[in-house]
């Protein structure tokens, strides 16, 4: 095993690397609503840095240079293909296959009849999701889909990283087994033990250990190796590029969320994280160009 020292070393030769990666050629991202001539073919350079909600017209990124056998990084839709529709639901989903995603994350709870219903809120309009039968749910929220609604169009098409807000490890287990999917689903969660529990009941399956802050890092790491999980999955801002050495030494692939810049995203890039969930794929992926993967 190398030492911090050596490790602080190869960082700072990739963030050289990425530097000169910056002078060459860059991959230009249109944001939404782009017409004409984007500013870095103007010999300008400009950082995206808005979100969705607040897109800015005419910018786009310097990110990383389209090389044939350079490393792939895999990107990950959001929310049910946020950015695409209404979050959560079969028309955003649909969409987002159709431009293009191969893996979707979203979020599961159950309801008080027992029902998986796709929603990352505990209320809908005011109702708790858990204690409300998913036909109340539904009058209240029409495009709110139950996860076998989305299986039943989907299952076949992309790959789900299912988010277990609230649910049983056995209704969620049986869902994915039903459908033949163990291999292409990644079951993720804030609840350590909820994992723990799943990786016994349903060991064909993966699963990843979700965590936002950066403090404890080698106890969230040995919390996630606990559960037998194959993912680590931190908020971007928790990610360095020691995480990303020592996770990689334990096995853990890394996926930060949610990753919506160019800058942001190269740095990953760079440290080695294996993939991204974002709210722009349709720009994340221009702008990983080759680098992109599946």
């Not at 070393?9 to 000169?20: E, H, Q």
């Not at 292409?184 to 250990?209: A, H, M, N, Q, W």
């Not at 590029?241 to 692939?253: F, N, S």
């Amino acid at each position: 095993m190398c030492s911090l020292e050596v490790l602080k070393k190869d960082v700072s030769v990739a963030r050289l690397a990425g530097a000169a990666h910056r002078r060459s050629r860059c991959v230009t991202v249109l944001m939404r609503g782009d017409t004409g001539t984007p500013p870095c073919e103007q010999g300008k350079d400009y950082n995206i840095r808005s979100s969705l909600q607040h897109p800015v017209k005419r910018s786009c990124d310097r990110i990383l240079p389209e090389t044939e056998g350079g490393r792939e990084l895999k990107l990950i839709a959001h929310r049910g293909g946020r950015g695409f529709g209404p979050d959560n639901t079969l028309e955003a989903m649909e969409k987002a296959v159709g431009s293009g995603v191969r893996m979707i994350e979203t979020d599961v709870r159950v309801s008080a009849d027992g029902q998986l219903v796709i929603c990352h809120d505990a209320t809908v309009s005011g109702h708790s999701v858990s204690r409300t039968t998913y036909e109340e749910l539904k009058r209240n929220a029409p495009e709110r889909p139950l996860l076998v609604d989305v299986l039943n169009r989907l299952a076949n098409s992309v790959a789900f990283n299912l988010e277990i807000k609230d649910a049983p490890v056995r209704a969620v287990g049986e869902i994915i087994e039903t459908y033949g999917i163990e291999s292409e689903t990644l079951v993720t969660s804030f609840d350590d033990s909820f994992l723990c529990e799943f990786r016994k009941e349903f060991p064909g399956v993966r699963i990843g250990y979700l965590y936002r802050m950066s403090y404890s890092q080698d106890g969230k790491m040995d919390n996630a190796s606990a559960t037998g999980a194959e993912v680590l999955l931190p908020f971007f801002h928790s990610v360095d590029p020691e995480l990303v050495y020592l996770a990689h030494g334990k096995g853990l692939d890394i996926y930060a969320w949610t990753v919506n810049s160019g800058e942001d995203l190269e740095r990953l890039y760079e440290w080695g994280v294996d993939a991204a969930v974002t709210d722009r794929f349709s720009d994340l992926k221009r702008a990983l160009g080759k680098n992109y993967t599946t």
